[in-house]
Structure formats: C-alpha cells, structure tokens
C-alpha cells in the first residue's frame, strides 16, 4: 500500500508540477510585460485548469491503485482500496488549513471517484495476471 500511495502523491506532485509550468508559460506568453501575475492567477483558476488537474490527479489514483495491487501481488482488491482511502485520509490531512482555492464541489467529486479510480488501477493488475496466468491461445 505505501508503494501505491507514493506512486500516486509522486505522480500528482510531477505532474502538478509540469502542468503548472505549462500554465506559467502559456500565460506569460500572453500577456504584455507586467501582467503575468494576473494572467497566471487567471489560468489557475479557470475551469480548463481545474478539468485538466482533476484529470491528471485521477490518473495518478489509477496509477496508486496499480502500483499497490502489483507490488502486494495478492489481495489486489483490498491493497487498492485501503491505498485509495490512505489518498484520501492524508490528502485532506494536508489540505487542512491550506487555502488552495478548489471549489467545494471540484473537492467533493474528488472524494467520490478516489475509490473507484484506486479499484480500477487494482482491477487493471488483476488483469494483466490473468493474461499472464492464461498465457496465449493457439
């Protein structure tokens, strides 16, 4: 499960990071001298932004989930979906009296889909076994 979690906190803070980078460019490149600041601020909170972090946010849960179930190689339901919950216990853990400006809502679809997203990773592991455990057919 720690694998799972770190696979997913890693991955959302890379690309968190690259996405941000992305969004600090394209505004500055849109914008005379001096207003960067307003046209970053912009970026960050349109709805384009939010979208786009929520969806890179979710595949990094899938990637958790995943990572967990393949690394725990046994159980893979249970270790995705404890490494979902884990994601969600210390995601609000650490956003506990941080400002960081998503709307409820944004938040609260994250709280639905998290443990789904984990079972999906976990269900794509138990996949990939059962092609590897039936091999090729002639």
């Known amino acids: 499960m720690t694998a799972g979690v770190l696979a997913d906190f890693g991955g959302t803070l890379v690309t968190g990071t690259v996405l941000s980078i992305v969004a600090a460019l394209i505004a500055g490149s849109a914008v005379e001298p001096g207003g960067e600041l307003a046209a970053a601020q912009a970026v960050l909170e349109s709805d384009l932004w939010l979208a786009g972090t929520m969806l890179a946010g979710s595949a990094c849960t899938v990637l958790g989930g995943y990572v967990a179930a393949r690394v725990a190689d046994r159980d893979e339901y249970a270790y995705g979906v404890t490494t979902g919950i884990?994601?969600?216990?210390?995601?609000?853990?650490?956003?506990?009296?941080?400002d960081s400006g998503t709307p409820f809502l944004m938040r609260l679809i994250g709280w639905v889909v998290t443990l789904p997203l984990a079972l999906l990773g976990a269900r794509l592991r138990v996949r990939q076994k059962e092609r590897r455990n039936t091999g090729p057919t002639a």
């Open 86 to 98: 884990a994601v969600l216990v210390m995601g609000e853990l650490l956003s506990v009296g941080a």
